[in-house]
T-cell receptor, first 109, second 116 residues
Framework: QQPVQSPQAVILREGEDAVINCSSS?????VHWYRQKHGEAPVFLMI?????EQKGHEKISASFNEKKQQSSLYLTASQLSYSGTYFC??????????FGTGTSLTVIP | DVKVTQSSRYLVKRTGEKVFLECVQD?????MFWYRQDPGLGLRLIYF???????EKGDIPEGYSVSREKKERFSLILESASTNQTSMYLC???????????????FGPGTRLTVL
């Protein structure tokens, strides 16, 4: 039931772009994205509630493809502050919620 | 701001001990969750509660139990701690405006439990 994220880990230089994918074997009703910095609690980034919805703020955005049962998180012109572990969370129509396996992102100068 | 607090940041226990992890939220949230976090496995749900005295099993409830006697407090209990329960434990809460699908979850700082 747990969504699978890819890649597991990525290292970027400042200013580079990254895409993190989240795939589910089950139909999705909504997708959440969270970021956890080292030693801290996960923090909410955004929720996508409809298939095809796209959301974003600053240089972080996400899309949700309901048919493909997947979501992608886009980080553009990455900054050092983007480093952390990114988690997707997905719900199905049964109102069950599962976090994904996580993607470690490291931005270096 | 929502505040979710956990009783300990670090805990060391011996195999077979009964362990209590406490979580308190201050925003009158309906839903509360317990997760464990292990490298490569992400966050796995142990139990969640959508109301006082109500609970539902998550993905990995074996070896754990929970208690929610008051709305603001959700306890995780390891009946007889084992070494494979060494992990980071995270508590979260959400308001329940429209079920878990649309709720932002607010996390506590986590408790790193080591079972020797």
């Amino acid at each position: 039931q747990q969504p699978v994220q890819s890649p597991q880990a990525v290292i970027l230089r400042e200013g580079e772009d990254a895409v993190i994918n989240c795939s589910s074997s089950k139909a999705l009703y909504s997708v959440h994205w969270y970021r956890q910095k080292h030693g801290e609690a996960p923090v909410f980034l955004m929720i996508l509630l409809k298939g095809g919805e796209q959301k974003g703020h600053e240089k972080i955005s996400a899309s949700f493809n309901e048919k493909k049962q997947q979501s992608s998180l886009y980080l553009t012109a990455s900054q050092l502050s983007y480093s952390g572990t990114y988690f997707c969370g997905a719900t199905n129509t049964g109102n069950q919620f599962y976090f994904g396996t996580g993607t470690s992102l490291t931005v270096i100068p | 701001d929502v505040k979710v607090t956990q009783s300990s940041r670090y805990l060391v226990k011996r195999t077979g001990e009964k362990v209590f992890l406490e979580c308190v939220q201050d925003m009158d949230h309906e839903n509360m969750f317990w997760y464990r976090q292990d490298p490569g496995l992400g966050l796995r749900l142990i139990y969640f509660s959508y109301d006082v005295k109500m609970k539902e099993k998550g993905d990995i409830p074996e070896g754990y139990s929970v208690s929610r006697e008051k709305k603001e407090r959700f306890s995780l209990i390891l009946e007889s701690a084992s070494t494979n329960q060494t992990s980071m434990y995270l508590c979260a809460s959400s308001l329940n405006l429209a079920g878990v699908a649309a709720d932002t979850q607010y996390f506590g700082p986590g408790t790193r439990l080591t079972v020797l």
